[in-house]
C-alpha cells in the first residue's frame, strides 16, 4: 500500500482456494477481504489481530524502501465468517517512524 506514492504496508494475504473457487484465476488488483467474501457468498463474524514490534527483513525493506533492520509493526490477522470458517489470513508490515496504525472493521 501507498501514501502519497512512498510504500507504508506490505501485506500477504492468503485465503483458501475452495471458499473462493476461481479466485486465483482473476488476474485483477483485489479490494479488501470484505468485499471479496461478499462475492462469494461469505460473512465476516469476527477477526483476530496480533501485533508485534521486529526489524525489516531484507524482503519486506526493500519492499518498503527502507534500509533493513528498520524497526516495524508486524500485523497478523485471521478473518473468519459466520460459521467459522477462516477465509484470510493476513500478514502486514509497516515502519514505525512517522507512522500510525489505524485499522476500522
Same mark, same amino acid.
Given at each position: 500500500?501507498?501514501?502519497?506514492? @512512498?510504500?507504508?504496508?506490505?501485506?500477504? &494475504?492468503?485465503?483458501?482456494? !475452495?471458499?473462493?473457487?476461481?479466485? *486465483?484465476?482473476?488476474?485483477? $488488483?483485489?479490494?479488501?477481504?470484505?468485499?471479496?467474501?461478499?462475492?462469494?457468498?461469505?460473512?465476516?463474524?469476527?477477526?483476530?489481530? @496480533?501485533?508485534?514490534?521486529?526489524?525489516? &527483513?531484507?524482503?519486506?525493506? !526493500?519492499?518498503?524502501?527502507?534500509? *533493513?533492520?528498520?524497526?516495524? $509493526?508486524?500485523?497478523?490477522?485471521?478473518?473468519?465468517?459466520?460459521?467459522?470458517?477462516?477465509?484470510?489470513?493476513?500478514?502486514?508490515?509497516?515502519?514505525?517512524?512517522?507512522?500510525?496504525?489505524?485499522?476500522?472493521?
Amino acid at each position: 500500500r501507498l501514501d502519497d506514492g @512512498r510504500p507504508f504496508l506490505l501485506e500477504h &494475504s492468503i485465503v483458501p482456494c !475452495e471458499l473462493f473457487p476461481g479466485l *486465483a484465476a482473476r488476474n485483477e $488488483v483485489l479490494s479488501g477481504i470484505y468485499s471479496i467474501a461478499q462475492q462469494y457468498g461469505h460473512i465476516i463474524g469476527r477477526a483476530e489481530e @496480533r501485533i508485534t514490534a521486529g526489524s525489516a &527483513s531484507a524482503e519486506v525493506a !526493500e519492499a518498503l524502501s527502507i534500509p *533493513a533492520g528498520t524497526p516495524v $509493526v508486524m500485523l497478523d490477522r485471521v478473518v473468519h465468517n459466520i460459521r467459522g470458517q477462516v477465509v484470510e489470513w493476513r500478514v502486514g508490515w509497516t515502519p514505525l517512524q512517522d507512522l500510525y496504525y489505524r485499522v476500522e472493521l
